[in-house]
Nanobody, 121 residues
């Protein structure tokens, strides 16, 4: 199983990025997909998840209204659109796959390697 995150980068505050996570080696449509992030010196925190069919999503309060998760069950890829970025959003963003919807990291079975997002003020 492989999850390959991409799309991170350096952006100014107020800018946007789109993260992608390409998944292989599992039946993509059978898994919930999630995004987590970890800033230096902090614990990994939940950002968002999306249900198997894409009809249900959840977001942390800190990103609600600014970020949007989506998935393409044909391309076996899911996405995180990051808008109105703030310096506090700076972190390594990880994509993950799990069999039940959850905001806790330990419930996700498979993880990608992470992509760095840096927001300058």
């Amino acid at each position: 199983v492989q999850l390959q995150a991409s799309g991170g980068g350096l952006v100014q505050a107020g800018g946007s990025l789109r993260l992608s996570c390409a998944v292989s080696g599992l039946r993509f449509s059978a898994y919930f997909m999630g995004w987590f992030r970890q800033a230096p010196g902090k614990e990994r925190e939940f950002v968002s998840y999306i249900s198997r069919g894409g009809g249900s999503t959840d977001y942390s309060n800190s990103v609600k209204g600014r970020f949007a998760i989506s998935r393409d069950n044909v391309k076996n890829t899911f996405y995180l659109q990051l808008n109105s970025l703030e310096p506090e959003d700076t972190a390594v963003y990880y994509c993950a796959a799990g069999t039940i919807p959850s905001t806790t990291a330990f419930r996700y079975k498979y993880w990608g390697q992470g992509t760095q997002v840096t927001v300058s003020s």
